[in-house]
């Protein structure tokens, strides 16, 4: 008999690493807003409640950076979030696609086992 709490033979899925990986893409579009408004300010992403799914991603450039803030850099470029979001994107990556559907910065987060179409809402389990 197999006794499956001390079973080694079970796989075991580590949780997604307390990162965020920004995107050269993205990186690069950084660059061009703060270029364009004439700052060099960070690209702040942050998990709020709401949207269609439960979650939903907010994107703004945000030259403060508060205590319990995550920096991370790609470039030149620096996305910060805050102790309670990166919670919930762990892991994730943020794209810049510029495509024949728009332009716009996608979240691909492994956290994530549902999301809403337009791609700005998620929701976990």
């Not at 850099?73 to 996305?79: F, M, Y």
């Not at 979001?85 to 510029?98: M, P």
Request: proline content about 4%; aromatic content about 8%.
């Amino acid at each position: 008999m197999t006794n499956l709490a001390t079973d080694s033979t079970q796989p075991t899925i580590p949780p997604p690493a307390r990162t965020i990986v920004l995107t050269a893409s993205a990186a690069k579009r950084i660059k061009t807003l703060n270029a364009q408004s004439g700052t060099n300010q960070m690209f702040r992403v942050t998990v709020n409640g709401g949207g269609c799914s439960g979650f939903q991603y907010e994107f703004k450039l945000d030259d403060q950076l508060n205590d319990d803030d995550l920096t991370f850099e790609r470039d030149g470029s620096v996305l910060v979030t805050d102790e309670t979001s990166i919670d919930l994107i762990a892991g994730a990556e943020v794209d810049f696609i510029d495509d024949l559907m728009g332009a716009y910065f996608q979240v691909r987060n492994p956290n994530a086992t549902s999301s809403c179409g337009c791609g700005t809402s998620f929701a976990i389990s």
